[in-house]
């Protein structure tokens, strides 16, 4: 029983300063991180009958609720860009449309894309 108690302080103590690498793993789950928070704007859009408008920061790598005002600080290990180029915002209108666009992750030679869809609003992650 001590010998587990030791264990798991020592995990405790050392978890935090682990770096788990850039691989798919890491990959995916910004992408869902980033996914999430663009359908809680979406809902929040749909709920309260206004425009709700997502920030992109791409120099400060980062993605900002419109809603809640929670950010999301992406990965320096992943590459951050948009589709169409220079996209900075996602404007998710209270009648289920969005500008639409694309946030896209990469590292080592594999991408993931976090689709918006203008006509529906719909948030879709894509894997290529």
Do not use: C
């Not at 290990?77 to 589709?83: E, F, H, I, K, P």
């Not at 976090?114 to 948030?123: F, L, N």
């Amino acid at each position: 029983m001590l010998a587990l108690a030791i264990i798991s302080l020592l995990a405790a103590l050392a978890l935090p300063y682990m770096r788990f690498g850039t691989g798919p793993g890491l990959q995916r789950y910004e992408g869902r991180r980033v996914a999430a928070l663009l359908r809680a704007d979406r809902n929040e859009a749909l709920r309260s009958g206004r425009t709700v408008v997502t920030l992109i920061d791409l120099s400060g790598r980062r993605v900002v609720s419109g809603s809640s005002g929670g950010t999301i600080d992406v990965s320096g290990a992943l590459q951050l860009s948009s589709r169409p180029a220079g996209l900075n915002r996602v404007l998710f209108a209270p009648d289920g449309r969005s500008s639409g666009g694309d946030i896209l992750l990469g590292a080592k030679g594999r991408s993931l894309a976090v689709r918006v869809s203008d006509q529906t609003a719909a948030v879709r992650i894509e894997e290529f």
